[in-house]
């Protein structure tokens, strides 16, 4: 497989991961390199690409992909020029911030489990609201938190209404789903004659 152009907007871990990005006048051969730093779920990886002719590349081997969970990451690439010191080290002499983005990672299937739960964010929040307001959460259920707050300290009120939210950000989910599946998104169509 080759080298896709631009980021990815998500991949699966334990996969290879591989991309190109051309940086406006700024190649290798001028000292530029290109760092992608992944942020989340508790880990802080930085990956380093390689001088491709007037472009970068970066591959992910399956060894580093398995190291980011399943979850979302802020990924940030950054453009660095490397200045030489007298003493004949390098230092960082400009960087400019080339991307910035979410990145989506998705879990292995290979290796999950019986561990594996495939629902979304959005869908585990709403079996947990939903848990507590039918009184069939699990201890584990009632120490979620939604928007900061444990859901044993959400009064019934409030756990309506966010139920509510929560349901139509699933609906929208489902919708985005069927769409990119090729199918229709559900929502009605309203036209008005004259």
Request: aromatic share 10%.
């Amino acid at each position: 497989m080759g080298y896709a152009t631009g980021e990815p907007r998500e991949f699966v871990s334990g996969d290879t991961v591989k991309w190109e990005r051309n940086i406006d006048g700024k190649t290798a051969a001028d000292g530029w390199g290109l760092v992608y730093s992944f942020r989340g779920n508790g880990v802080e990886y930085d990956y380093t690409a390689t001088a491709s002719g007037t472009s970068f590349e970066l591959t992910i081997e399956p060894a580093d992909s398995a190291l980011l969970a399943a979850g979302d990451y802020t990924v940030a690439g950054y453009a660095q020029k490397m200045v030489a010191q007298p003493d004949g080290s390098l230092v960082i002499g400009e960087r400019h911030t080339v991307f910035e983005g979410r990145m989506s990672v998705k879990a292995n299937l290979f290796t999950a489990g019986a561990t594996f739960d495939g629902r979304s964010h959005v869908k585990k929040v709403l079996d947990a609201i939903e848990a507590v307001l039918e009184n069939r959460a699990s201890k584990e259920i009632l120490t979620t938190n939604i928007e900061g707050v444990s859901i044993s300290n959400i009064p019934h009120g409030e756990l309506m209404q966010l139920r509510e939210k929560y349901l139509a950000y699933y609906k929208q989910e489902l919708a985005a789903e069927n769409l990119a599946a090729g199918g229709a998104t559900g929502a009605r169509i309203l036209t008005r004659f004259n």
